[in-house]
Every structure is written in structure tokens, then in C-alpha cells.
């Protein structure tokens, strides 16, 4: 097998790990979100450690520490991530999977829009149809609901900020992780001391089996992640984009057929509009690449002057 396909399986394994993470969290019950989001940022810094202490990168660590730009970058991050996280695990927990993946559907969409918006960057007539479209998804949704779908709109902005924040900290994804988890550490501490002194906690007080569980929420996330990493430096970023979609996908399929969650009429409409986005952002991407890559492989144009200037006088040469 060649190094990129192993890349490729390894990082559709990775997104399809965290798109059925959608099933772990239901499973954690009575457990409400907010105790299972604490206890995941209680145990993600120990899961991340280890990998740290594994892979031998505590001098990264340690590196990010003295820099206080990007500790104030990665605090920030974390506290998106963990709003993100709240979201998508209330969404789980509540019959809301679908919605869910509606929101890491429109990310890259988002992400479109804030370079406009921040960078000034101008998109090409593709782009500009594809976010004219995710337009009409969210309207659509809108009028279906009564108001609009604040749980996919929310995911996917704070997804969306928390990539914008991550591209301007240049460090690598295991240490940025470590710290981004150890940051609201303290404040998990204190909500989970605060519950069990109350005697309002769930955590070691229903079963073991739901204690591991608990536990396992700042687990979840490790080989999903330790996949992805190692699929990383196989393929281009631009397959790693492609693969992304799988995640969404999946939380769609879940939410439809294991959660059985109502899909009327209009909810489809929306996500056909949605996915017709996607397909035209895609094949634009496609042809981009393409015809980067040809640019690339065609030599410069003095180049072919040169040879075509050297035919020229090998034939006047032979004709004499």
C-alpha cells in the first residue's frame, strides 16, 4: 500500500471516529453536559500528557509556555473549543444530531466568509455561490424552526473562530492541545468540587460503568486524534480538506438512522441546497488545484521561447 493511501485511510478513520463520537455521549446519561463537559477538560490534559510524555515533546510544551502571545491565542481557543463542544454534546444528548452536523457541514462556509470579512480576500464567482447558498439553507431552516438553527449557526461559528485562532499560533497539534486542555483545567476542578460537595454530581455516584464513561470523555478523543496526526504528514492539505466532510456525514447518518430524528420535507430541501454548495466549493477547489499543478509542471514562458527559438535554427541548420 502506498504512503498516500495509508494517509488517506488513516484520516477517513480519524473523521469517521469523531463523527460517531455523536454515540458516546448519550451513553454517559444521567450525566448531565455541563458535568460531561467538565470532566472532559478534568481528564483531557492527562490524556494529552501522556501522548506528550510518548511522543517525547515536552521541550514544545514547555516552549509555548514562555510565549505569552500565543498562551493569550491558545486560551482563547480553548475557550471556543469547549463552548463548541458544550454545544455539540447538549445537541447529542438532546435528539439534536442532525443540527449538528447541519453546523460542521456550513464550517467551511464560515470559514469563507471570515476571510472576507477579516482579510479582505476576494472570492472567486464559485465561492460567492456557495456561500449565496448556504444562505438560503440557513433561511429555509429558519422558516422551518420558527426562528433560526442556533445550533448548527453555533457550532459552526465557533468552529470556524476556533481554526481562525489556531492558523495564527504556529505550533504543533499535540503541544497547542495540551495547552489549550490545561487551561480550563482549574475552572473544571472547581465546578466538579463545587457539584460533589453539593451532593449534585453524578460522577462516582451512579455505577461504575458510568464513572468509566466519565472518565472516557477525555479519552474519547485520542485516536481519532493520534489517526489524524500520522494521516497529516501522508497527504496534502488539500485531500485532509476533502476528508473533512466524512465527520459531518457521519453525525448525519447517525442522527438519521440510529437516533431516528424527523426529517420533513424542508429540513432535506435545506440540506440539498447545503450539499449543492458544497459539491460547487469542491469541484472549484478541484479545478483550482488542477490547473495550479499545470501551471507548476509547464516550464516558464522565456524557457519556451528559448526552445523554440533553438527548433528554429536546428531546422534552418538541417535545411541547409
Known amino acids: 500500500m502506498s504512503v498516500a493511501r495509508r494517509g488517506v485511510l488513516l484520516g477517513a478513520a480519524a473523521y469517521v471516529l469523531w463523527g460517531l463520537s455523536a454515540l458516546y455521549w448519550p451513553l454517559v446519561e444521567p450525566t448531565g453536559p455541563v458535568e460531561i463537559l467538565a470532566l472532559r477538560v478534568l481528564w483531557s490534559p492527562v490524556a494529552i500528557g501522556l501522548l506528550v510524555l510518548a511522543l517525547g515533546r515536552r521541550h514544545k510544551v514547555a516552549a509555548i509556555l514562555r510565549r505569552p502571545r500565543d498562551v493569550a491565542l491558545l486560551s482563547v481557543a480553548s475557550v471556543l473549543t469547549s463552548v463548541n463542544w458544550a454545544l455539540f454534546i447538549w445537541a447529542t444528548m438532546n435528539g439534536h444530531v442532525v443540527d449538528a452536523s447541519l453546523g460542521y457541514f456550513i464550517t467551511p462556509l464560515v470559514s ?9 480576500e476576494r472570492l472567486r464567482p464559485a465561492q460567492w455561490a456557495a456561500i449565496g447558498l448556504a444562505a438560503v439553507t440557513v433561511v429555509v431552516l429558519t422558516v422551518e424552526y420558527g426562528g433560526p438553527p442556533w445550533i448548527a449557526l453555533g457550532l459552526a461559528v465557533t468552529f470556524g473562530t476556533y481554526g481562525l485562532i489556531k492558523k495564527r499560533v504556529a505550533v504543533g497539534a499535540v503541544e497547542g492541545l495540551m495547552v489549550e486542555t490545561a487551561v480550563l483545567f482549574p475552572f473544571a476542578l472547581a465546578y ?3 457539584l460533589q460537595a453539593s451532593g449534585q454530581a453524578t460522577f462516582g455516584h451512579v455505577s461504575a460503568a458510568n464513572t468509566l464513561l466519565g472518565v472516557g470523555s477525555g479519552f474519547v478523543m485520542i485516536v481519532p486524534m493520534l489517526l489524524f496526526s500520522a494521516a497529516a504528514t501522508k497527504i496534502p492539505l488539500s485531500v485532509t480538506g ?27 430541501l435545506a440540506f440539498a441546497v447545503l450539499w449543492a454548495a458544497l459539491a460547487l466549493l469542491a469541484a472549484d477547489g478541484l479545478r483550482r488545484r488542477a490547473r495550479e499543478s499545470a501551471d507548476r509542471r509547464a516550464p516558464p514562458r522565456s524557457a519556451r521561447s528559448s526552445r523554440t527559438a533553438a527548433s528554429a535554427v536546428r531546422d534552418q541548420e538541417e535545411t541547409r
Not at 469563507?112 to 479582505?120: D, K, N, P, S, T
Open 112 to 120: 469563507i466568509a471570515f476571510g472576507v470579512v477579516l482579510f479582505r
Open 192 to 194: 466538579t468540587v463545587v
Open 242 to 268: 476533502m476528508l473533512q466532510y466524512i465527520e459531518p456525514i457521519v453525525q448525519f447518518l447517525v442522527g438519521l438512522l440510529v437516533f431516528r430524528e424527523p426529517m420533513p420535507a424542508t429540513r432535506w
